[in-house]
């Protein structure tokens, strides 16, 4: 259980775990009650393909004999934010496409775990996928979700064919934005103190680091909701009831984000070590995408588009979110918002899918070069 911990002058500030545990268990509550009034999940039919400690692999109903992917979401929420409703799901789309869908579900997660345990979790999701599809899967991966993506494309490169970055914090230093006060404000180690950090208090910490989008930004989106009639106002409701739905992260990891990642930069520098192995962008070989907000402060477009100039890929796709209403949060936008829907989805399952036709052609010249024979 949390406790009120008690913090010396130069140890940062004393946090009591337990009012933000209630304050989760509230927060859950509302989100219960919206679920009532028929603002809860929409999932399309998935079956669990695996369940262990702290993750579930999900395989989504549908699709054909398309691009195979691995969706990680972040830790912080739900995964169901990739599957908001019918008309704003990127999972939806990519079945549509024919693409075969899996989703790395994170759960209640051991508090031992950190990047290390993470990554490997994201490892064995792939490893299972290409068992059943005889081929790697595409990783994609939002914020904190993709940058564990990204670290196991360095850490495990057999185990994707792309890797796909939406608003996925990589590179740090000057390209940290508005966290960057915060992190620095606090001692090295300071989540150490939390088996397990709130969810609340982790929407807290970002709400004072930018009020402007986490606070601010979502009223002001309420209002143009309105406005914009019923559909827009329903969806952006949707993704203030996923908001509600908080998940406790285990303080080792968001200790090493804060101090290997945000604090001192490690994985681009090269210094960062996965599994007792140094890591770094040029590890990742395999094509990326990237979508990025030139007007996010959270997670900057240079905190993005830094990683991919450095990556080792020579396949790189980078596209820019301009924004919607009706999302809530801009930082949901490039998932749920209609602008990416209708101009940024597409054109990362082209993508996704050329990159599939152009594996299925290697694997037929490899085939022939194999038999003897030409494919001239």
């Known amino acids: 259980m949390h406790h009120r911990i008690a913090a010396a002058k130069d140890d940062g500030p004393a946090v009591d775990g337990a009012f ?21 999940p929409q999932p399309a039919p998935s079956r669990v393909l695996h369940e262990a400690a702290g993750v579930r692999l999900r395989r989504y109903e549908g699709g054909g004999d398309g691009p195979a992917l691995l969706i990680v979401p972040s830790p912080i929420k739900a995964h169901w934010i990739w599957d908001l409703a019918p008309e704003c799901s990127v999972v939806r789309a990519a ?9 790395l579900e994170w759960q209640s997660v051991p508090a031992s775990w950190g990047l290390d345990e993470h990554v490997a979790a994201v490892a064995r999701a792939a490893a299972q996928v290409r068992g059943l599809v ?17 670290l196991c494309a360095a850490r495990h490169a ?32 300071f989540a150490r103190r939390f088996d397990h950090v709130p969810g609340s208090l982790v929407g807290l910490a970002a709400s004072k680091a930018s009020p402007e989008e986490f606070s601010t930004g979502v ?36 200790a090493q984000v804060m101090d290997a990642l945000y604090r001192e930069d490690r994985f681009m520098r090269g ?3 996965i599994d007792g192995q140094r890591v770094a962008p040029r590890d990742v070989a395999v094509p990326v995408a990237a979508i990025v907000d030139p007007r996010s402060q959270v997670v900057p477009a240079a905190s993005v588009a830094g990683f991919v100039e450095a990556a080792a890929s020579p396949d790189k796709l980078l596209l820019q979110y301009g924004g919607d209403v009706g999302v809530a949060l801009q930082h949901l936008g490039a998932l749920i918002g209609d602008s990416a829907h209708r ?23 490899a085939a022939s070069a194999l038999s003897g024979t030409s494919d001239t």
């Open 271 to 273: 210094t960062l070590c």
């Open 158 to 189: 057999q185990d994707a064919a792309s890797l796909v970055l939406v608003e996925a914090p990589l590179r740090f230093g000057s390209a940290t934005g508005a966290l960057a006060d915060l992190v620095n404000s606090l001692p090295p180690g």
């Open 219 to 254: 009223r002001q989106d309420a209002l143009a909701s309105a406005l914009h009639g019923p559909r827009t106002w329903r969806r952006h409701w949707l993704a203030v009831r996923w908001t509600l739905e908080e998940r406790p992260l285990s303080g080792r990891l968001v």
């Open 134 to 150: 005889r081929h790697r899967p595409h990783l994609l991966g939002h914020s904190l979700g993709g940058t564990l993506a990204a």
């Open 95 to 103: 079945l549509a496409r024919g693409c075969q869908v899996h989703l």
């Open 343 to 365: 101009e940024l989805w597409p054109r990362v399952l082209d993508w996704l899918q050329a990159l599939d036709r152009g594996r299925g052609g290697e694997a037929a010249r």
């Open 20 to 40: 933000f545990q209630r304050m989760d268990a509230l927060r859950r509550a509302a989100g219960s009650g919206m679920d009532s009034l028929g603002l809860g």
